[in-house]
């Protein structure tokens, strides 16, 4: 008697399937802690760019004894250094490029806090209203001549020749609206003068 031939036995259409969705959720775990990384990362490398350039441009004024402003504009999503000419007229920082208008990108965004902040000394320079944001600029005054240029709006902080910075604290923000990733958070501080304080990753502000 000769025995049976060996079959072989194949996989089922079911375990095929089933092989194929074991495979997708890998891939897509992957994909997803590799991009949330990434953004997480992306937010914390533009926090240390604001964090170094801000401490240069305060070294700059102090060496060259003259005033800084940095202004942001949270609805471009970008900062920029400016020079207070000797008009009293606020000029782009242009000697350098790292000073030149930088803007985050689409997925981050910032918000800036001046006031009631909790480092903030009742005898402050800067709590006297000695500077004013409208200083050189009048958002009525009519144009003359095409050639003019239109004046900047003033920067919200001041880096003094001093060495001194108008305290302010600066956030960081990647809040995902169609993810299901956790959102991130990082904190810049100005407290007098700098180095800057950096705080993060956060959970929240």
């Given at each position: 008697m000769q025995p049976l031939p060996f079959r072989q036995r194949g996989f089922t259409l079911?375990?095929?399937?089933?092989v194929l969705v074991l495979m997708g959720l890998a891939v897509s775990y992957v994909v997803y802690n590799a991009v949330g990384s990434s953004y997480a990362e992306d937010l914390e490398k533009q926090t240390k760019r604001f964090q170094v350039v801000v401490d240069m441009a305060s070294d700059f004024a102090v060496l060259n004894q003259q005033e800084l402003g940095l202004r942001v504009d949270e609805k471009k999503n970008l900062y920029l250094f400016m020079l207070l000419g000797e008009d009293d007229k606020w000029l782009p920082l242009e000697e350098d490029k790292l000073f030149a208008s930088h803007q985050l990108p689409d997925q981050f965004k910032v918000e800036l806090e001046l006031e009631d902040l909790p480092w903030i000394e009742e005898d402050s320079l800067f709590d006297q209203g000695i500077?004013?944001?409208?200083?050189?600029f009048d958002e009525d005054r009519p144009d003359i001549?095409?050639?003019?240029?239109?004046?900047?709006?003033p920067p919200q902080i001041l880096l003094l020749s001093s060495g001194e910075i108008t305290p302010f604290s600066l956030s960081f923000i990647y809040e995902p609206e169609f993810s299901t990733e956790d959102p991130v958070y990082f904190r810049?501080?100005?407290?007098?003068?700098?180095p800057l304080e950096r705080l993060g990753p956060l959970d929240s502000l």
């Open positions: 079911l375990e095929v399937m089933l500077f004013d944001e409208q200083l050189s001549g095409e050639e003019e240029e239109k004046r900047l709006p810049v501080n100005a407290i007098d003068t700098p």
